[in-house]
């Protein structure tokens, strides 16, 4: 492989100046800010990064990098606790210019570009009273988290986001760029719906919408309780979750509430069990619906409400912003059994800082009447994503955190259904990644195999294409 000296010296005024965006290296003054993504751990140094300004830019990074032989990362919303979206001496392929959405009300769709995040999309269809299923967080961004599957608020409604998935305009491996859909290129479609970004750099998605709430207006907000009802409050959420109509969900976690308003003082750094719930039909019907929900129990404060949706979405982003330190373990949990409940209960006591965290995600509902097979992502059985997160603002910490995850995760996994999200890895080895698939991995490598034989996109949750016939192995 090239090394970043190489690019540098050698070949940076070529690429720089066949650009229209900008083009960082090492020795220009924006480079550290350049190369630094979400999650604070991350710091690596590539050899450049090419913040694209049109597709353009993208076909004429990836045939840069194949002829000069550099790896290539890319970054869309910079989000991905692993840090994917850079490497050290790699070319970053950075989206994060490519930010513009168009909203097609009449036909319910809009199309974004691969920088925008979804606060950026959530802004768009909100106009018009609509969503497109996204996450939990409005600062994600699209790419990454649609490539993954994409789950959120409005899952057990409308599905996963790539349910929504209407197309993807892709440059490919070999510079060429395709639009991939139902019509076209249906293999590298089905793999696009959940197999991240193995298969090309997508450059634009368009999604199907949906009208939510009253006039984009959903109701939400978390119920709080004591950390000693865990076991009951997470009995009744297990069997309750079924039983809903879809336009009710919520995820269930363990955290600590944040020293700020909105929140009551009286509960300032209290660890708590929560229920972050969303109801998004008619709201005449909203009273019946949350009785139970704002009932059970001894909450310590019921905070639902009504906001339009991207209110919601973006609720959590002032709590965690960029640079912080993250760690984190996943898994999928068919599931919460009382085994599970014990683990919850017990390392729930233990949550090192006040940003650390539990979150358990339906996805039942919507997602879990598509087939395992239908797309990329296996895991739709009617349970549960899980993630645990260490999280703090000083490095310091790092140590702490990552033992607390990586300790409740280790008694945890047993009591799941074996693989994890494939959004929610960190760089954790082939056999999760293959786990991750299920039985779908196999169908994977052979799209894999046939859209990019020599893995020239392989800083990603690597799908490995089958070996070349002379038995040589492609990178990684
Ligand atoms: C705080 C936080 C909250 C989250 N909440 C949710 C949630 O609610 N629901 C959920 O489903 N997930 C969630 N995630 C996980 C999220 O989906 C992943 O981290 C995802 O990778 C983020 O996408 P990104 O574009 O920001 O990432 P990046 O770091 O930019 O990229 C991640 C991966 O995607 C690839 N990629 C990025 N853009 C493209 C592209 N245009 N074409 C091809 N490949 C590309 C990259 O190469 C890399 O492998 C959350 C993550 C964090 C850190």
């Known amino acids: 492989m090239t090394t970043s000296a190489d690019i540098t010296t050698m070949t940076r005024d070529q690429l720089a100046a066949d650009l229209r965006g900008e083009l960082i290296g090492p020795s220009d003054p924006g480079y550290d800010a350049a190369r630094a993504v979400y999650n604070g751990m991350i710091d690596r140094h590539p050899a450049a990064i090419a913040r694209c300004r049109d597709v353009a830019d993208i076909i004429t990074c990836v045939r840069f990098g194949r002829e000069h032989g550099i790896e290539l990362a890319v970054r869309g919303g910079g989000h991905n606790a692993g840090g994917l979206g850079v490497a050290d001496d790699a070319l970053v392929i950075d989206l994060s210019l490519l930010r513009s959405t168009t909203v097609d009300p009449e036909n319910r769709m809009v199309r974004a570009d691969a920088g925008c995040t979804w606060g950026d999309v ?104 004591d950390l000693d009802d865990v076991g009951e409050v997470m009995r009744w959420y297990r069997a309750l979750i079924p039983t809903l109509p879809e336009e009710l969900s919520g995820w269930i976690g363990l955290l600590t509430v944040p020293p700020a308003p909105p929140f009551p003082e009286r509960l300032w750094g209290r660890k708590v069990c929560g229920i972050v719930w969303c109801y998004t039909g008619p709201h005449d019907r909203a009273e019946a619906m949350l009785e139970p929900i704002k009932t059970f129990g ?148 052979q799209i894999k195999g046939r859209y990019d034989p020599g893995n020239v996109f392989h800083l990603n949750q690597n799908i490995r294409p089958p070996a070349h016939p002379d038995g040589s192995q492609p990178p990684r």
């Open 298 to 445: 001894s909450p310590l404060l019921v905070g639902l409400q009504p906001m339009p949706f991207s209110v919601l979405q973006a609720a959590f982003d002032p709590l965690y912003p960029a640079g912080l330190q993250q760690y984190w373990r996943a898994d999928f949990f068919t599931e919460i059994s009382d085994a599970a409940i014990e683990v919850h209960r017990r390392h729930g006591r233990l949550l090192p800082t006040g940003l650390s965290t539990m979150h358990l995600y339906p996805i039942d509902g919507a997602a879990a009447r598509v087939a395992g097979d239908a797309t990329a992502f296996a895991y739709r059985d009617g349970g549960w994503a899980g993630i645990i997160v260490g999280v703090d603002p000083d490095p310091a910490n790092a140590g702490l955190i990552t033992k607390w995850t990586r300790d409740y995760w280790r008694e945890l996994h047993p009591t799941s259904a074996g693989g994890a999200y494939v959004n929610f890895l960190m760089d954790e080895g082939q056999d999760r990644v293959k786990a991750a698939y299920r039985g779908n991995y196999d169908r994977l490598a």
């Open 122 to 225: 959530d802004h768009a269809t909100g106009a018009f009273g609509m969503a497109t299923p996204s996450g939990f967080l409005s600062s994600t961004g699209v790419a990454g988290l649609t490539l993954g599957g994409g789950i959120g608020y409005l899952t057990r409604r409308f599905g996963l986001t790539v349910d929504n998935l209407l197309s993807a305009d892709v440059v490919l491996a070999d510079g060429r760029l395709v639009t991939a859909s139902w019509a076209a290129h249906s293999d590298l479609f089905w793999a696009l719906r959940g197999g991240g970004g193995n298969f090309g750099i997508v450059a634009s998605f368009t999604f199907r919408c949906h009208d939510i709430g009253e006039g984009g207006t959903v109701i939400a907000g978390p119920v709080f309780y």
